[in-house]
């Protein structure tokens, strides 16, 4: 970094410190993006670019060199190999040089649970995934307590188990409609028709968001959080700052809108955006805006990747294990359990990073402070010592719940019901409709190493006969 | 034989064995009681053996941890005797444990 570059940080970082409570939400993230751009065009930052080229097989590659970053990991089937390796022979590894700078992977189940349930040790702040975000958004994701318990408390109520049960009918119905409106007589993409139809459609209704516009959730989702400086993604940073603007144009609006009209008379709803109006910790959210942008993006991405890859993943699952397909039909009473065991197998967001707040010896190594520590959960999750015959996809699995996918400790994945009632009621659905559900080809794999999914999925469904 | 009892939400109770040396949480899952799920294994780091001691017990077992503390503290149904069950390590002077069990675990 020269000096100049120093300069415009530091002007920046002031900035923001000073208008952050002032200047809108939306032109923040424009003064970011110009600046940014300026950085660039004078040749002062060099956007990360990331081509793809074949991986070695882990056993070529010497211990000190392994880097699990590569976004290409999941799309050449290199992950879980890689991982095998790390967890036998250098369960607390560390890589010296990366993309991302350099950094600890932690591989076994035991030990990312003590990580996780340690932050007092390992922080969650001031990001979770390897690389910085373009702009200082705070969510509560990380956040160390006990500002963290604050934010949170505010808001999880709406994903609270007590208001899934009064939204699961609701639910069923949008499900329902999604898989009558499918074709049958020929194959289509799974991931564009259910997958993100669902997802969509249920974050469009717990943040009482237009539904008709519900597709620029998905699209905002997927654009912030595919960053290459972040994840190793490939969106551009124009599209990042374009989005972001966006999302947050939107939802001030939305904002405004909501109080407008229960000032005006109207009941109140039992959305995001009301519970966050109407809760003293967060009701002035909308003046603190690089919080108010963070905890939105915080709960678009968080319910949105995950569940829509988790929907894709179970599907090629019983494609690869179709024996499991057969139990399922045979006694459908498995699918609490499955959905556990899918959440297992895809493990929908790979990771999350903590940096040591001081030094640390942990698991025969010398940790130190600032260094970046990353929670591979899914290689906890395939971990041989937690599961039997990991790789392997089994709905009736006994431990399938212990699964690491939702984390542990503080930060344990605050949609977790309404994540596990989604697939259950997507696959209660299915098996009242299709026979067969077959995965043609080859999926496509999302580029990143933090979003474990599927761009594309293509599918031919067969009808129940209806004898 | 000795036992502890679990009062799930809706007032039915379940009796199990007790099993001492065992968790309240290793109890209930090992002789399937519903509504406890212990999906971390017992490290009081999931939140999801949520239960409230009865009364005449909480000096008995103890009143929670700080770590336990931290999960319970995000539970809107946690009480002044809210424990985890994976940290409640049962002793055999402890035929006739009540505790109660939440509408949901987090």
Redesign the interface.
């Given at each position: 970094m020269n000096s100049m570059d120093g300069v415009l940080d530091r002007a920046l970082a002031s900035v923001q410190d000073k208008v952050q409570s002032r200047v809108p939400v939306d032109r923040q993230v424009k003064a970011a993006h110009l600046m940014e751009k300026a950085k660039r065009l004078a040749g002062m930052s060099k956007p990360l670019v990331f081509t793809e080229a074949p991986i070695p097989d882990p056993a070529d590659v010497p211990l000190t060199q392994i880097d699990v970053s590569n976004p290409f990991m999941n799309r050449q089937g290199q992950w879980y190999p890689y991982f095998a390796r790390l967890r036998d022979e250098a369960p607390v590894h560390y890589l010296a040089q990366s993309p991302f700078g350099p950094f600890w992977s932690i591989t076994r189940y035991d030990d990312i649970?003590a990580v996780?349930?340690n932050p007092d040790v390992f922080s969650a702040e001031p990001y979770i995934v390897l690389g910085p975000p373009p702009l200082d958004i705070e969510m509560f994701i990380a956040m160390d307590?006990p500002k963290h318990?604050v934010q949170?408390?505010a808001v999880?109520?709406v994903v609270?188990?007590?208001n899934l049960k009064e939204m699961e009918s609701l639910i069923r119905e949008r499900v329902q409609d999604v898989l009558d409106n499918l074709p049958t007589d020929q194959p289509f993409d799974w991931v564009e028709r259910v997958s993100k139809e669902i997802t969509g459609r249920m974050l469009a209704t717990l943040l009482d968001f237009p539904y008709d516009q519900r597709h620029k959730l998905t699209y905002w989702s997927d654009t912030i959080s595919g960053t290459a400086e972040g994840t190793g993604g490939t969106t551009h940073q124009d599209d990042f700052y374009e989005a972001t603007g966006e999302l947050a144009r939107s939802f001030m609006a939305l904002w405004h809108d909501k109080a407008a009209r229960r000032e005006a008379g109207e009941a109140p709803g039992f959305d995001l955006i009301t519970l966050m109006q109407t809760s003293d910790d967060t009701k002035d959210l909308i003046s603190r805006p690089l919080e108010f942008l963070g905890n939105l993006t915080l709960l678009i991405v968080g319910g949105n990747d995950t569940t829509r890859n988790s929907m894709s993943g179970g599907v090629l699952a019983l494609n690869q294990h179709p024996e499991q397909f057969e139990k399922l039909k045979a006694d459908p009473s498995l699918i609490s359990n499955m959905v556990s065991e899918i959440i297992r197998w895809q493990t929908p967001l790979a990771y999350m990073r903590r940096v040591a707040k001081k030094d640390v010896h942990f698991g025969g190594q010398f940790i130190r402070k600032g260094d970046q520590v990353v929670m591979w959960y899914a290689s906890g999750n395939r971990d041989e010592r937690q599961f039997e015959n990991p790789d392997a996809f089994i709905i009736d699995r006994p431990?399938a719940?212990?699964h690491i996918s939702?984390g542990?400790?503080?930060h344990?994945c605050m949609g977790?019901?309404l994540a596990e009632m989604q697939l259950r009621i997507l696959w209660e659905e299915l098996l009242q409709r299709f026979d067969k559900i077959e995965v043609i080809g080859e999926p496509g794999y999302v580029q990143s190493n933090f979003v474990k999914g599927y761009e594309t999925m293509m599918v031919q469904l067969t009808p129940k006969s209806s004898d | 034989m000795a036992t502890v009892t679990f009062v799930a939400y809706d007032g039915t109770t379940h009796e199990a064995d007790l099993v001492e040396g065992e968790s309240l949480m290793e109890i209930a899952t090992g002789q399937a009681i519903p509504g406890i799920d212990g999906d971390c294994g017992g490290e009081a780091a999931c939140g999801t053996c949520h239960v409230i001691v009865d009364n005449e017990w909480i000096s008995t077992t103890g009143r929670r941890t700080d770590q336990e503390e931290q999960m319970l503290d995000m539970s809107s149904e946690c009480e002044e005797n809210s424990r985890l069950a994976c940290q409640v390590v049962v002793s055999d002077g402890m035929d006739g444990l009540k505790v109660r069990l939440p509408e949901f675990q987090m």
């Open positions: 649970r996780d349930t307590p318990d949170r408390k999880q109520g609270a188990p007590k431990n719940r212990n939702f542990f400790g503080v344990r977790n019901r | -």
